[in-house]
C-alpha cells in the first residue's frame, strides 16, 4: 500500500511538474473571447474579427448552428497571407465537401483557384446559397482569463468558405459574411480549440441592449461578469441530440444538421404542461424537434405547439388587459398597470422541459414579453406555420441575457437561465482591456 501511495504520489508530482513547464514555456491562451453586438434595424447579432495580411477588421453575423466562416472574396479581399485549400486536403474531406473545382476561368485570385474545395456558404437570413472555394488565411482573436480581455493570438490559417457579394444581402450594415459556430469539423470554435489546445466547448451571451456588447467565449470558463458574478459553475446540462439530415439552405447530401437540437419534452406555463403533439419533439428524417438559433429574433413555434402554448399562457394571464396585435406578434397586453420585477413584467413563467423533469429552461418576463410601444407588451413568440422544417426554433429574444454554453466534446448545452436573477447582464463582461 505504501508502494502504491508513493507511486501515485510521485506521478502527481511528475504531472505537477510537466503542467507547470508547460505553462511557464507557452503562452498560449487557456481561453478567447469576442464581443457580440445586437443591431436593432435587423435584429441580427454580429462580431467582429481581424482577418488577413494586412489585418482588416470584418464584421460578420453570428449563425450558431452555421458551418463555417464565410466572407464576401469578390469585393475588395486583399491579402498575402490567403491560401486556398486543395481538394485532397483533410479539411476538405472533414467539411463534407461533395465537389472540387478543378479549374477556375475568371482571373485568379482569392475565391478563384485550380484544384480547390468546393463548398456551399449560405445565407439563412434571406435562405440563399451559392458555392465558394475554401481557403485559409491569418486571423487574429483576443484572449482571456474568463474575467477581463487579455492579449491577442494570431491564427495563420483559419479555414472559411469563400462568398460573392450578392450574399451578403440582407445582412447588417457593412458585414462582410458570416461566422458560424455549429456542430461540424470546421467551425470557429473547433478550429480555435484546435490551434490553441483549448477544449471544444464554447458559451455564447447575447445582451439585450444594441448599445452594449454581449459575449462568446471560446474554451472553458470561468465566464465572469460585473460585478464578480461568474456563471459557469451554476449551468443546467441537457444533451444535445444530433440531426442527421442538413437543416442548412444548400448543402452535400448525406451531410448532417449542424445546428444545435436538444431534447425539449414538454414545455409548462406556470407549471402546467401545455398539451402538444408528441412526435412533432422528435426528429424524424430530419424533420421536428427543437433547436437553437440566432438567426430567428424570437422563438417560433409550429401552428398546432403555438395555438396551444398561447391558450395556457392566455388563461394563466388572466389579469393582463389584451390589446390589438402588434406584428410579428399575436398576443399583446396593455403595459399600463404591469408591476415589474427584477426579471422583467410579471407574467405566467414558461419552462422548457428538458430530457428530464428536473432540467428546464425558465423564462420570465424579460424574455417572453418584447416592449413595441411605451403602453404595449407582447408575447415574443411567433407562428411558424403547419409544416415547418423544425418544430420549435429558439430565437435570440429568448437566449438574451442567459449564458448558453455549447460543449462539444460532451455533446452538451449548458444553459444558466436569466442572469438577471443573479444581478448581472451578458453586456457585463469587462471588454476593457489593460493594454
Ligand atoms: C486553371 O487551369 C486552366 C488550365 O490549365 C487555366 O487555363 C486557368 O487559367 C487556370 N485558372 C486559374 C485561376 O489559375
Ligand atoms: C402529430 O404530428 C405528426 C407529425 O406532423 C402528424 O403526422 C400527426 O398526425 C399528429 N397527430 C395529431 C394527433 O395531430
Ligand atoms: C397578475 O397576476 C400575477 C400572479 O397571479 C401577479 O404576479 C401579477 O402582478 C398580476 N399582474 C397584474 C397586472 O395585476
Ligand atoms: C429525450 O428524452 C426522453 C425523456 O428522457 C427520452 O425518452 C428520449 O429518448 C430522449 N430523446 C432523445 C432523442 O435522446
Ligand atoms: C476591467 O478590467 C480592467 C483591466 O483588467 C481593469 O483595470 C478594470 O478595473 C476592470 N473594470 C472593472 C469595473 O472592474
Keep these: 500500500m505504501a508502494t502504491s501511495y508513493r507511486f501515485i504520489l510521485c506521478s502527481l508530482l511528475l504531472s505537477l511538474v510537466s503542467y507547470q513547464t508547460l505553462a511557464t514555456t507557452s503562452s498560449q491562451p487557456k481561453a478567447l473571447v469576442i464581443p457580440v453586438t445586437k443591431d436593432t434595424s435587423t ?7 481581424k482577418q488577413r495580411t494586412p489585418l482588416v477588421p470584418i464584421k460578420l453575423a453570428i449563425d450558431v448552428g452555421g458551418i463555417f466562416l464565410w466572407v464576401d472574396c469578390e469585393s475588395g479581399y486583399v491579402s498575402s497571407s490567403y491560401r486556398p485549400v486543395s481538394c485532397d486536403s483533410q479539411i476538405c474531406k472533414a467539411s463534407g465537401s461533395g465537389a472540387c473545382v478543378t479549374e ?8 478563384c483557384n485550380n484544384n480547390t474545395c468546393s463548398q456551399m456558404p449560405s445565407n439563412p437570413f434571406t435562405h440563399s446559397g451559392g458555392s465558394g472555394e475554401m481557403a485559409s488565411d491569418a486571423t ?5 482569463d474568463g474575467k477581463t480581455v487579455g492579449k491577442a493570438f494570431t491564427v495563420p490559417g483559419v479555414v472559411f468558405t469563400c462568398g460573392s457579394t450578392w450574399l451578403l444581402e440582407g445582412l447588417s450594415a457593412g458585414a462582410l459574411g458570416i461566422a458560424g459556430l455549429g456542430r461540424s469539423e470546421v467551425s470557429l470554435p473547433v478550429q480555435f480549440a484546435s490551434a490553441f489546445k483549448i477544449p471544444k466547448k464554447f458559451a455564447l451571451c447575447l445582451s439585450s441592449s444594441s448599445s452594449s456588447n454581449g459575449v462568446i467565449f471560446f474554451g472553458n470558463g470561468p465566464y465572469q461578469f460585473l460585478p464578480n458574478v461568474e456563471v459557469s459553475k451554476s449551468l443546467m446540462y441537457t444533451p444535445l441530440i444530433l440531426n442527421p439530415v442538413s437543416t442548412a439552405g444548400s448543402y452535400f447530401e448525406g451531410d448532417p444538421s449542424t445546428d444545435y437540437f436538444i431534447n425539449l419534452t414538454s414545455i409548462k ?7 402538444l403533439n408528441a412526435t412533432l419533439l422528435n426528429i424524424i428524417d430530419g424533420n421536428g424537434g427543437t433547436k437553437i438559433s440566432t438567426v430567428n429574433p424570437y422563438t417560433v413555434m409550429e401552428t398546432s405547439i403555438f395555438k396551444a402554448f398561447v391558450k395556457v399562457f392566455r388563461q394563466e394571464a388572466k389579469n393582463l388587459t389584451k390589446v390589438s396585435s402588434v406584428k410579428p406578434f399575436k398576443y399583446c397586453f396593455s403595459n399600463n398597470k404591469t408591476p415589474y420585477t427584477r426579471v422583467g413584467p410579471a407574467v405566467p413563467i414558461i419552462d422548457l422541459v428538458m430530457h428530464s423533469s428536473s432540467v428546464y429552461w425558465r423564462i420570465f418576463g424579460a424574455n417572453s414579453m418584447v416592449q413595441v410601444k411605451e403602453d404595449v407588451i407582447c408575447l ?7 409544416d415547418p422544417r423544425t418544430s420549435i426554433v429558439i430565437g435570440g429574444y429568448q437566449l438574451e441575457d442567459n449564458l448558453v454554453q455549447i460543449d462539444l466534446e460532451k455533446a452538451r448545452l449548458g444553459f444558466s437561465s436569466s442572469l438577471l436573477f443573479k444581478q448581472t447582464t451578458c453586456s457585463n463582461f469587462n471588454f476593457t482591456s489593460t493594454a
Design 140 to 144: 487574429v482573436i483576443q484572449s482571456t
Design 269 to 275: 406555463i406556470n407549471g402546467k404542461a401545455i398539451p
Design 380 to 386: 415574443g413568440f411567433v407562428d411558424g406555420g403547419s
Design 43 to 49: 435584429l441580427q447579432y454580429t462580431t467582429q474579427i
Design 104 to 111: 477556375c476561368y475568371s482571373p485568379p485570385g482569392p475565391g
